[in-house]
DNA sequence: TCTGGGGTCCTAGGACCC
DNA sequence: TCTGGGGTCCTAGGACCC
C-alpha cells in the first residue's frame, strides 16, 4: 500500500491577519486580538510583532499589556472569523474532495492521488499557497506527510508563510530532534510527566518501550508510542480526512466582569445561556437529553453538575429548569460567582410525540420560540426573551453587557471585495 | 500574570442488571 | 453472610486544542 499524502494548512495569525483587513492600519503593529488592555479574558490572538515582546494566545489580557503597552488591543469578532473561514474552505476544496476544517483556521486535505491533477505535493502546495493569497489575502503554512501527524507537525514548523514536506520513510528522523511538547495531545501535564522520566525529546520517546508507556499513560500511552515514530496512532488521528463529524455538544458561558453573588443576576444570565444553547439545538436539529451547569466560584474552584431527561429536548425553558434546579442545589448561598455555564449533551432524534403528555403544548412552544428565533434575527439580539428571563434578562444585556446586543444589526461588509 | 469561550476525549466510580 | 464478573449508563473532573 503506497503511503497517503495528508496536507495540514494552518493559517497565520488568523483572527489578527482577518482584523487587518477590516483595519489596515493595525498592519506591522504589535495587536493582540481578545478584548481590552484592562478586562478579565485572555489573548485569542497575538501578532508576530506582539509576539516579540513575550505575548502569546491564552495569556491573560493584562499581562499581555504589561509585557506590551504599546500594543493595539482589539475585540474579537467570531462572525468575521467564520465567514473568512468559509473562503479559506473554499479555496481547498478545489485542491481535494476530501477537506476537513479541524477548527475556524486549520483544515487537513488528502492529496493522496492527486498528482495527475496538481503534480508533486511540493508544487501543488505552492499552487494552493498562492490561490490562498490571491484570494483571501489571507497567509497559510502548509505541513505534507504521510499521516495527520505529521502533517500538523511539519505545518507548525513551516510557519510563517511556509511549506514543509516531509518525505516518506523520514518521518522518525523527523520527529526525533522536536521537543515532546510538540506533539499534539502533549499538554503542560504529559510533558512534566515525561521530564520527570528523564524525556525530552520525542526521539527519547521513540525509544521507550511500548508496553512500558501504556502501564504507565493508558490509552494514551501507547497512542503516544505510535506518534513518537510518526503514526496516527489511536483515536481521531487515525480517522480518513472527510466531512466534519456532528457536533456532541452545544454550550455556552459567561464570566462577569465582577463577582456577583446577586440570586437575581445571576439566574437572568442562566435563563439568557439557556436561551442561546436552545437556539442553537433548534438551528442544528438537535434534541439534547443531558444538561450540565457549569459554576465557578471567586477562588476559581469550578464545578460541574448534570442531569438527564427523559426525553431529549431543544427547548429554552426545559433547559433553564434544570440549570436553575442544578444551580439552586450546588450553590453555595451568597458565594461570589465568577462563571455560569449552560451545555447540552447527548443529542438524540426529537423525542417521541406518542410518549407525550401534552404534545400540543410541546409544539405550540416549538413554533413559539422559532418565531422568536426569527424575530431576533431581524431585529436583534434584545427584542425577545421568555417571561421568567424578562426583567433581569434584559437588565443584564443593555447595562452589563452592551456589546452583545447590536452586533446583528450592524452587520458590516469584509473590505476588499473578494467574494 | 490572575486566569475566555467553545469544543473533544479519557478516566473512574457508582448504580443497576444479568 | 459473603461475594463472582461483565456490560451499560450516568456523573464529575481533568487534560488538551484553537
Not at 488591543?73 to 477537506?99: A, I, M, N
Amino acid at each position: 500500500m503506497s503511503p497517503r499524502t495528508i496536507f495540514h494548512v494552518d493559517m497565520d495569525a488568523f483572527f489578527v491577519s482577518v482584523e487587518e483587513l477590516y483595519d489596515p492600519s493595525l498592519k506591522g503593529k504589535p495587536v493582540v486580538v481578545g478584548g481590552q488592555r484592562d478586562e478579565r479574558g485572555v489573548v485569542s490572538a497575538a501578532s508576530y510583532a506582539a509576539r516579540k515582546f513575550g505575548v502569546h494566545s491564552a495569556m491573560p489580557l493584562r499581562t499581555a499589556a504589561k509585557l506590551c503597552p504599546q500594543a493595539v488591543f482589539v475585540d474579537g469578532h467570531p462572525e468575521r472569523y467564520r465567514e473568512y473561514s468559509q473562503r479559506v474552505h473554499e479555496v481547498l476544496c478545489r485542491f481535494s474532495p476530501q477537506v476537513e476544517m479541524a477548527s475556524v483556521d486549520e483544515a487537513y486535505l488528502d492529496m493522496t492521488g492527486t498528482e495527475r491533477l496538481h503534480g508533486l505535493p511540493l508544487r501543488s502546495a505552492h499552487r494552493l499557497h498562492e490561490a490562498m493569497k490571491s484570494e483571501t489575502q489571507l497567509n497559510c503554512s502548509i505541513g505534507i506527510g504521510t499521516s495527520r501527524l505529521i502533517a500538523k507537525v511539519g505545518s507548525a514548523k513551516a510557519k510563517p508563510n511556509g511549506v514543509l514536506w516531509v518525505l516518506p520513510a523520514q518521518e522518525a528522523k523527523f520527529l526525533a530532534p522536536l521537543d515532546v511538547r510538540d506533539i499534539p495531545g502533549v499538554g503542560k501535564v504529559m510533558e512534566q510527566k515525561l521530564h520527570a522520566l528523564g524525556i525530552q525529546r520525542v526521539g527519547d520517546l521513540a525509544r521507550l518501550d511500548e508496553g512500558d508507556l501504556e502501564q504507565r499513560f493508558g490509552k494514551w500511552g501507547l497512542a503516544l508510542a505510535g506518534k513518537a515514530r510518526g503514526q496516527d496512532a489511536g483515536g481521531w488521528f487515525d480517522s480518513e480526512v472527510g466531512e466534519n463529524a456532528e457536533p456532541k455538544s452545544i454550550s455556552h458561558e459567561h464570566t462577569y466582569n465582577e463577582d456577583t453573588a446577586n440570586p437575581e443576576r445571576l439566574q437572568s444570565t442562566l435563563m439568557r445561556l439557556s436561551e442561546m444553547v436552545g437556539r442553537r439545538l433548534r438551528e442544528g436539529g438537535y434534541f439534547a437529553r443531558t444538561i450540565q451547569l457549569k459554576l465557578r466560584y471567586q477562588d476559581f474552584t469550578t464545578l460541574t453538575r448534570a442531569h438527564s431527561l427523559e426525553q431529549p429536548t431543544q427547548l429554552d425553558i426545559e433547559i433553564y429548569e434544570v440549570a436553575r434546579r442544578l444551580f439552586q442545589q450546588n450553590w453555595k448561598k451568597g458565594a461570589a460567582v465568577r462563571l455560569l455555564g449552560v451545555q447540552a449533551s447527548n443529542f438524540e432524534a426529537g423525542p417521541s410525540q406518542l410518549d407525550l403528555l401534552e404534545p400540543s403544548r410541546q409544539q405550540r412552544w416549538q413554533k413559539a420560540l422559532e418565531a422568536a428565533d426569527h424575530l431576533r434575527d431581524k431585529f436583534g439580539e434584545s427584542t425577545i426573551g421568555l417571561a421568567t428571563g424578562m426583567k433581569g434578562g434584559f437588565r443584564e444585556r443593555t447595562h452589563e453587557n452592551p456589546a452583545a446586543l447590536p452586533g446583528k444589526l450592524s452587520k458590516k461588509k469584509p473590505p476588499g471585495g473578494a467574494v
